[in-house]
């Protein structure tokens, strides 16, 4: 049969990302404590497409994500698909992103119930012709922000609000990225007080009294993000985000920061 998305076009516009969007796949990520966890993935999955061709070829993006349903995803991995991408489809370059819901064990302070958190997670992989490949991990977490200002200025009380905090961080080509877990354990770190799935009165009474005990600002939580990823060994780019879901305004407080490793 013709082959019309293979004729030439002759408009002269290179299109810089073509492929598919919103498909889902499984796919095992794998996790600190060993072994791997099933995700369902959303994929955007894209090559650079010369100015002379009318179009990709759509349905070679899937025959290669298929091949990998059922197999372990990171860097590598990332890698030999896109790979696999630009020598099937003749490109230039490559993407793909993975989006998906990682949960992570979590414990409650006093009585040590056990739940799950399920957080917001990305894999994004970029690879060129020529070899050039980057590898972005983005995760996003709640925390529990108390306000220093209304803590100072009530008789008793303070306001206090549930936010999310996201991470987008590269490492160089020569390091492993860091483990979902213990990116999250460092953004934890930074707020109030973390969020827990299941809590008990015991545990309700701790949490309550430690973001008491810790106020701080979106600013607050933001900068010390920063510091925290700044002293990760080979990270080469990151970029910051928070947010307050205010609760005694009808908007939220945000505040967001990037930087590179040579500043």
Request: with cysteine; hydrophobic share 40%; glycine share 6%.
């Amino acid at each position: 049969m013709k082959d019309i998305q293979n004729t030439t076009d002759i408009r002269g516009i290179a299109i810089q990302r073509v492929g598919i969007k919103d498909a889902k796949l499984p796919f095992q990520i794998r996790t600190k404590v060993g072994g791997y966890q099933p995700v369902l993935a959303d994929i955007q999955f894209t090559v650079a497409l010369p100015r002379h061709l009318r179009g990709t070829h759509m349905s070679r993006f899937m025959e290669i994500l298929n091949e990998w349903g059922t197999k372990p995803i990171a860097e590598k991995e990332m890698e030999a698909i896109l790979l696999q991408a630009i020598d099937h489809l003749d490109a230039d370059s490559a993407l793909l992103s993975l989006g998906f819901k990682y949960f992570i064990s979590k414990t409650a302070p006093v009585s040590g119930k056990a739940s799950l958190l399920d957080v917001d997670c990305k894999f994004i992989g970029e690879l060129t012709k020529a070899g050039n490949f980057s590898f972005t991990l983005e995760v996003r977490v709640p925390y529990t922000s108390l306000c220093p200002c209304s803590k100072e200025i009530s008789n008793y009380g303070a306001h206090n609000q549930r936010g999310k905090m996201s991470v987008s961080i590269k490492f160089s080509n020569d390091r492993e990225c860091i483990f979902i877990e213990d990116l999250v354990k460092i953004m934890e770190d930074q707020a109030s007080c973390p969020v827990f799935p299941l809590l008990k009165r015991v545990d309700e009474k701790y949490v309550t009294e430690a973001a008491y005990d810790n106020p701080k600002f979106v600013e607050d939580i933001l900068r010390d993000l920063v510091i925290a990823l700044r002293s990760l060994d080979g990270q080469v780019y990151f970029r910051v985000e928070c947010e307050n879901y205010e609760s005694i305004h009808n908007h939220n407080a945000y505040a967001a920061h990037e930087e590179s490793s040579t500043g």
